[in-house]
């Protein structure tokens, strides 16, 4: 097996790294460095029989340094911050699931005969979408559910629950300790990000670990581009605050497709009628369309509900419900 090395300025970013490899491949040799004077100093080669996953600031510091030499091998992946790529075929997007690094040098997540990765390259949030091509199929209702389980019964683990489709019906479902919405906290992430990240708390409303933010109304959602959805959503998924960030977005959110793309976790709730099949078929096969054509393995899991008789109209009694109970049947906590 070929040797790993880990080179990112970033210290919990990188153990992350270390540690899902060391659980997703047993046995193997992984070297990690937060610091390119040590790096140097132990005069580490990049060599054909190695693998050399380097952040982006860790690179340009060795070029500054006049280390190009060990840095033209084509065994080196540059962690990079653009979501939106690069010419160079070695860089990659350093918050897409960690798998995709494996298969960047051949190396099939399918053949790792672990369950789903569970450690994401920038601490342990996960980024799971509730997204649907059909009506009133429960996805709201699932997303929340989702949520409210995810926040308890773990140890102090904490759940984003982010909805943003144009008609919530959830603004006066809730009793919101402000009144700043998603598109509030947008625009002042691009306002003061760092200003923003330190008084996140003023946005969200926290009950026993599950965190909501009020949502925006359709004007609002519309006028937003989808680089700035992205960047946002990123920018919270960095921040450290959340375990898991749970999306509801509806289609009027521009980017839709690549807010999907970024997901670690795809659920899609369905109808059992033909048509609504079909049309979950038609939006699955452009998922994987769209991932063949970017090299990126999408994780998307169909659902298909029975009937429920017992589905709680107080949104905060969802975890105690029929829908609850199913979730937590099927093994769906499992897989996140």
Not at 61 to 68: H, I, Y
Request: proline letters at 5%; a negative charge.
């Amino acid at each position: 097996m070929k040797r790993f090395i880990i080179c990112d300025e970033n210290r919990d970013y990188a153990e992350k790294l270390t540690q899902y490899l060391g659980s997703r491949l047993p046995g193997a040799d992984v070297l990690l460095y937060t610091d390119t004077g040590i790096f140097i100093a132990d005069g580490t080669d990049i060599t054909d029989n190695c693998i050399c996953i380097m952040g982006e600031g860790f690179y340009d510091d060795l070029k500054a340094l006049s280390m190009s030499a060990i840095l033209t091998g084509g065994n080196i992946c540059i962690l990079s911050e653009d979501p939106s790529g690069s010419e160079d075929p070695r860089r990659i997007y350093r918050y897409r699931p960690a798998g995709s690094i494996l298969e960047r040098f051949g190396i099939p997540v399918t053949e790792v005969n672990e369950p789903p990765e569970k450690y994401l390259l920038r601490g342990l949030t996960r980024l799971i979408t509730v997204y649907s091509p059909i009506g009133q199929c429960l996805k709201t209702t699932f997303a929340m559910t989702l949520s409210r389980l995810l926040s308890s019964g773990r140890d102090n683990e904490r759940a984003l629950y982010i909805n943003l489709e144009a008609f919530s019906g959830l603004r006066d479902r809730f009793i919101f300790k402000n009144k700043k919405t998603v598109s509030d906290l947008i625009y002042d992430l691009r306002v003061d990000r760092e200003k923003t990240l330190r008084r996140l708390g003023d946005y969200i409303c926290e009950d026993g670990g599950f965190c909501m933010i009020c949502p925006s109304s359709y004007p609002d959602l519309e006028d937003i581009d989808e680089t700035v959805w992205l960047e946002s959503v990123e920018t919270l998924r960095g921040s450290g605050g959340f375990d898991y960030i749970i999306l509801d977005p509806g289609s009027c959110i521009h980017g839709l497709m690549k807010l999907i793309g970024i997901s670690d976790l795809i659920f899609v709730p369905l109808k059992p009628d033909d048509i609504s099949v079909s049309k979950a078929d038609e939006f699955l096969g452009m998922l994987e369309k769209a991932g063949n054509e970017t090299g990126q393995a999408f994780n998307a899991i169909k659902l298909e509900f029975p009937m429920f008789e017992n589905l709680p109209h107080d949104p905060c009694d969802l975890k105690y419900g029929d829908l609850a109970s199913y979730i937590e049947r099927e093994g769906l906590l499992s897989v996140i």
